[in-house]
């Protein structure tokens, strides 16, 4: 008897499947999607619930205009399937907007205290007027035509004035090669520090993972910071140790002279440490070319 039920509830079962796809496939879109994966009728009719999912999430992203007004059950994505053998495998695959957001997170990781003006500083925005920074504008330019046949190629260690303009010149290089895909980061020094001590037991070695190995690294006013062994040896030495060693070009603004930097590096609240202040001077000198910006304040 039980035997009989069981048998009973399956044909039950086969039916209402049976049901559901012939209702399915009078849905042109539904009838394409198994098409283009190419599976017999028996695989899509156990799966026809998913497929209909698969099909109203395409149809949302059609008229889509951005992320914020996705419709779909996981924001920015599609649950889209896979054929393995007579099974299929739903995944979440990224719509265009979310795979554009994605870039934007992991390669314009910014922390300022202006981030608007850096963020969107371009080189056509540079003023040329100032026979001054005529030098910097000019190393800037050719970085960006050499970076694109030579990925190994040395940064700056560029130092000046006060409001001169050193940030949003190489911010304005960096954001022009993130366009092409190029993985940069732009850090304010003093911050990342508390940003990374904030973080110690939660994301940190995500994100010194992130300014070891991005394509192209500015380290914007070194030299501000409150000096320790830890912000010295553990974080700038390990950073810049990685980066010589993977030839990653790595890019400084600076208030100080890179001798200026050294006696700052040296002095901790506790100790002197010439030795170890030389050392990341060293490391410095071997990624950089050192440039100077001497001109008016535009903060005023």
């Known amino acids: 008897m039980k035997k009989a039920q069981e048998i009973n509830n399956f044909k039950n079962s086969e039916n ?3 049901k559901n796809y012939n209702e399915a496939v009078k849905d042109k879109n539904f009838v394409a999607l198994v098409k283009k994966l190419k599976i017999s009728d028996e695989i899509a ?11 109203k999430e395409l149809e949302n992203c059609k008229s889509c205009p951005n992320l914020f007004a996705c419709k779909n059950k996981m924001e920015g994505c599609v649950s889209f399937p896979s054929v393995d053998d007579s ?12 795979n554009k957001a994605l870039f934007e997170e992991k390669h314009n ?22 026979k001054n920074r005529a030098k910097a504008i000019k190393w800037i330019k050719n970085f960006y035509t050499k970076y694109q046949d030579n990925k190994n190629i040395k940064g700056c260690y560029l130092h000046g004035s006060f409001g001169s303009g050193k940030t949003f010149i190489l911010a304005a290089l960096l954001n022009e090669l993130a366009k092409k895909k190029v993985s940069t980061t732009i850090i304010y020094y003093p911050e990342m ?10 994301d940190f070695d995500i994100k010194m993972n992130n300014l070891k190995k991005t394509d192209i690294l500015l380290i914007d006013d070194i030299g501000a910071e409150t000096v320790t062994s830890w912000s010295r040896d553990e ?6 140790q990685y980066r010589m060693d993977s030839r990653l070009p790595t890019l400084f603004t600076s208030n100080l002279t890179i001798d200026e930097l050294e006696t700052h590096l040296a002095n901790t609240k506790t100790s002197v440490d010439i030795v170890k202040a030389k050392r990341i ?14 001109s008016e304040n535009r903060r005023k």
């Open 16 to 18: 209402e499947l049976l």
């Open 45 to 55: 009719m156990k799966y026809t619930s998913k497929l209909e999912t698969t099909v």
């Open 87 to 98: 099974f299929l495998h739903f995944d979440y695959v990224a719509c265009k907007y979310k």
């Open 109 to 130: 990781t910014l922390v300022f205290d202006e981030p608007e003006a850096i963020k969107n500083a371009r080189m056509s925005d540079i003023d040329l007027s100032d």
């Open 193 to 202: 520090l508390r940003n990374l001590k904030e973080s110690f037991y939660d």
């Open 235 to 240: 974080i700038l030495g390990t950073i810049l």
């Open 281 to 294: 001077i060293e490391r410095i000198k071997q990624l950089t070319e050192d440039l100077e910006l001497v």
